[in-house]
């Protein structure tokens, strides 16, 4: 079966670091990009940036670049969102999604819920 | 403010059809491929349709994607209650360099 499955819920404090992940199986790991999607409480889709598992080749949207890490580790087929520092603002539904191309995403992870709270 | 408009809203009864428009400008919808998302009440999005009128496989002919100038619609014909979800669309901005959504249209099956 063709599937990502993602990390679990994570409740954290402010200024404490967070390492998500998303493990790819079923498919040829290196052959989608792979993409992390935000979605905060009650709003809709933000795409934070990508990754291509090939050669690790990365983009940040600009308004995510320098607060959080997008990295893969091919040979466990898995990728990773994190941060060095939380914000109460990161409190969010953060969704792995893979595509064929980088337009559009035909792969899901059901999410990982970010709760940053003090 | 999200770079692609979509109405919040739409409804209409069961068995009937609906459209959902998607608008931008020429850095956007204008030169680059379209595509749409369904998310269901609690769940992760699932795409439904790509490179603007393009279905995967599992989806049904029931939803349909078009493209006109710097607008896309997506249409769904013999509405479900199944279908009550948000529908999202996106595309790649060459201006941005990013991909970009719209802000999400709630459907509501009547």
């Known amino acids: 079966e063709v599937q990502v499955v993602q990390s679990g819920a994570e409740v954290k404090k402010p200024g404490e670091s967070l390492r998500i992940s998303c493990k790819g199986s079923?498919?040829?790991?290196?052959?989608?990009?792979i993409n992390w999607v935000r979605q905060m409480p009650g709003k809709g889709l933000e795409w934070m940036g990508r990754?291509?598992?090939?050669?690790?080749?990365?983009k940040y949207r600009p308004s995510f670049q320098g607060h959080v890490t997008i990295s893969v580790d091919k040979s466990i087929s898995t990728a990773y969102l994190q941060w060095s520092s939380l914000k109460v603002s990161d409190t969010a539904i953060y969704y792995c999604?893979?595509?064929?191309?980088?337009?559009?995403?035909?792969?899901w992870g059901r999410g990982t819920l970010v709760t940053v709270s003090s | 403010q999200s770079v692609l408009t979509q109405p919040p809203s739409v409804s209409a009864a069961p068995g009937q059809k609906v459209t959902i428009s998607c608008s931008g400008s020429?850095?956007?919808?204008?030169?680059?491929?379209v595509s749409w998302y369904q998310q269901l009440p609690g769940t992760a999005p699932k795409l439904l349709i790509y490179?603007?009128?393009q279905r995967p496989s599992e989806i049904p002919d029931r939803f349909s994607g078009s493209k006109s100038g710097t607008s896309a619609t997506l249409g769904i014909t013999g509405l479900q209650t199944g279908d009550e979800a948000d529908y999202y669309c996106?595309?790649?901005?060459?201006?941005?360099?990013?991909?970009?959504f719209g802000g999400g249209t709630k459907l509501t099956v009547l």
């Open positions: 490179d603007n009128s």
């Open positions: 999604a893979c595509g064929r191309d980088y337009w559009y995403f035909d792969l």
């Open positions: 990754i291509d598992p090939s050669d690790s080749y990365t």
């Open positions: 020429s850095s956007n919808i204008g030169n680059n491929y």
């Open positions: 079923g498919y040829s790991f290196t052959s989608y990009w």
């Open positions: 996106g595309t790649w901005d060459s201006s941005l360099r990013d991909v970009v």
